[in-house]
């Protein structure tokens, strides 16, 4: 794989893993993923950030080997998750003389993680620095973007920030640096909602003491490396505002046309009001697609028929991962089918713990839809219009 010279003296000798299609057994890769990992070559030590998930070891060895370095000093470790930090072990054993170079929070997961021994640490929590020679390093500490020890490295001459998962995306591409800003604009999206969403108000403090440093390149360790910074930074202000937008989320699964029939019904109510709405059809849907869908929206309201009385085990796995990412929606209601009997909104509501939205009365019905039962549909989806216009984001 080819390596990259980014600025003078720093090169990307990261690994692209353009086949893998899930992360974590559960997020789903529809454009593969990257482990960048990048050398700083200073006038008289050289550093490494951030290593490869351990299956792509081979290919970051062979990268290192193909840059002008002879001997890695430091490595630098911004986060300790395992796919940036798994090659550390055999780095260590190919270069005994290197120090792994991260903060306090950092080093005590590398040694639960790794086993890596503790002589082997030097420990630079936030503000300290490190000297290459004619290149400075500067750590600055952003916990929870997303784990607790999580930092960036500023290398301060050359004005390029490395913040690892932060301004991420999986997204594996030949080109080194941001070609298409529009793709990249998608998967930082994606990215943003499955994994820095949980953090919303952190990522907002973190972005605000980005603005205290000086850089003009942003090489995060997943995806190309951004050098215009204000399209990403401004694409993470917009999505970590407070502001929510005129749409509703419907994540829905219909057994036996039931729901099917009210999502269709209700789908036409709201964009009848003004209120765009966006349909998943919880049986084939990807579900990075509804993470992203809940980045920015209002309102979500649920489609579930009952199975054995409570939710569709579907919408049930659905909800239980909206709960969990944390979006800022503001209004929630469930709209579904029985047979004969069912114990689905409290079911449902009690799972919103972390979101904690209002709840708008919702409708289920026994059976097929009715005249009456679309009476209600209309109902709901006045009161959602209602609610948007009290927010002021619908005329
Ligand atoms: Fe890309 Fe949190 O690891």
Redesign the pocket.
Known sequence: MAIAEIKPGIYYVGAKDYDRRLFDELIPLPDGTT?NSYIVLGSKKTALIDTVDGTKFHILLANIKKSPIKTIDYLISN?S????SESLVKLIELYPDAKVVTNTKGKEHLMVHLHIPEDKFIVKDDGETLSLGDKTLEFIEAPWV??PE?MFTLAKEDKIIFT??FF?THLARSETFVTDEGKTYESAKRYYAE?MMPFRKLVQKHLKKLENYDFDMIAP??GPVHNNTKFIIDAYKDWTSDEVKNEVVLPYVSMHHSVKEMVEYFTEALIERGINVIPFNLAVTDLGELAMALVDSATLVLGTPAVLTGAHPAAIYAVYLANAIRPKIKYASIIGSYGWKCQLPGQIVDMLTRINPELIDPVIVRGKITEEGLKKLDDLADKIAAKHRELGILK
């Open positions: 482990y986060h998750e395992q796919d940036h997303h784990w999580t690892c998962d991420g994994i360790s997943h």
